[in-house]
């Protein structure tokens, strides 16, 4: 598994000053709110006899993964960005309603990562407590969901779990149909010491853009 963290020259750091600012001076997060079309790829996932949430889970970690400014970490009092972020995310449990959380694997090839999820799936997704698996999620991991009960216009986690926490907070709700496409609401929380307006823009064009041509990312 990949935890390979590289560390950051903080003084020549471009962010040196927004770090500084957003995290002793006015330590500050936010959080946008957006609908994406997923009519082609979720099309496409099913077209294939394939589950649609590791496909989302996989495009999540995926554009992460080209986005440095979302992989800033503090370990041990060194700052420095991880290469690849995994995906941890809840396990519902149907008999008592309790979740449990899980983690995968990242592969940025899409078949490998989605039997990494099929594997966890088999193996652990009957676990109940907090965990589900038994080893701890790795340093690496961020927090992505799913609320499939409810159509939400406005997502927001507060707070974060502990301040030195920089990773961003996906969380997906309920599909809906909007004149004739299908249609997912989609929350991204960040933390403005590593990113800001621009970043999270950036990430969500490519978001969409990556729903509108799952062809270039989904080889089946």
Known sequence: MNTQLHPIDFENWDRRQYFYYFTEMLPTGFNLNIEIDITKAH???????????????????KLITEQSEFRVAKTADKLGYYEVLHPSYACFHEDDK???????????????????????????????????????????????????????????????????????????GRFFEKS???????????????????????????????????EQWIRL
């Not at 940025?108 to 997704?125: A, G, L, R, T, V």
């Not at 004739?180 to 010491?193: C, D, E, L, N």
Request: a neutral charge; proline letters at 9%.
């Open 98 to 172: 309790t979740m449990s959380n899980m983690w995968t694997e990242f592969d940025p090839d899409f078949e490998s990562f989605y039997q990494n999820y099929m594997n966890d799936q088999k193996q652990y997704s009957g676990n109940h407590g907090i965990l589900a698996k038994p080893e701890l999620p790795p340093p690496n991991s961020f927090m992505v969901g799913m609320l499939p009960w409810t159509q939400f216009s406005s997502y927001s986690p507060v707070p974060y779990a502990k301040a030195d926490y920089y990773f961003p907070v996906l969380q997906a």
């Open 43 to 61: 099309q496409k996932i099913k077209a294939a006899g394939k589950k649609f949430f590791p496909a989302y889970l996989y495009l999540s970690a």
């Open 180 to 214: 004739g496409r299908k249609m997912m609401p989609f929350s991204i929380t960040v933390h403005h010491a590593v990113a800001d307006g621009y970043h999270v823009s950036l990430f969500l064009e490519k978001f969409q853009t990556a729903m509108n041509h799952p």
